[in-house]
């Protein structure tokens, strides 16, 4: 099992920069993906970023390209996503998720083990 706690979400204004952390433990043998979902009100949980486990590959959301990073630190065991200019549309619950595989790494059903979230609010 792996255990995926996320931290770092809370209210910022519009343009502001909010880094959000995922602590992973557990049985990460056969984990080659981390990433980040986010789910607004009233909409279906979207794909924002991924990274494979060697941080060598980075995937982002077209929304989201050229705002967000993500980023492993192999030490501290954490997948981190910074997010800067952030926007009201960013506004979501963001959940960290693990993948057993290295395709197909913004479609949901290739993640196995996911966190609670953590709730990020942008205001205008």
């Known amino acids: 099992q792996v255990q995926l706690v996320e931290s770092g979400g809370g209210l910022v204004q519009a343009g502001d920069s909010l880094r959000l952390s995922c602590a992973v433990s557990?049985?990460?043998?056969?984990?080659?993906?981390m990433g980040w979902f986010r789910q607004a009100p009233g909409k279906e949980r979207e794909f924002v970023a991924a990274?494979?486990?060697?941080?060598?590959?980075?995937y982002n959301a077209d929304s989201v390209k050229g705002r967000f990073t993500i980023s492993r630190d192999d030490a501290k065991n954490t997948v981190a996503l910074q997010m800067n200019s952030l926007k009201s549309e960013d506004t979501a619950v963001y959940y960290c998720?693990?993948?057993?595989?290295?395709?197909?790494?913004?479609?949901?059903?290739?993640?196995?083990?996911w966190g609670q979230g953590t709730q990020v609010t942008v205001s205008s």
């Open positions: 557990g049985h990460t043998v056969g984990i080659y993906t």
């Open positions: 998720a693990a993948s057993k595989y290295t395709s197909r790494v913004a479609m949901m059903s290739t993640y196995s083990y």
């Open positions: 990274i494979s486990w060697s941080g060598d590959s980075t």
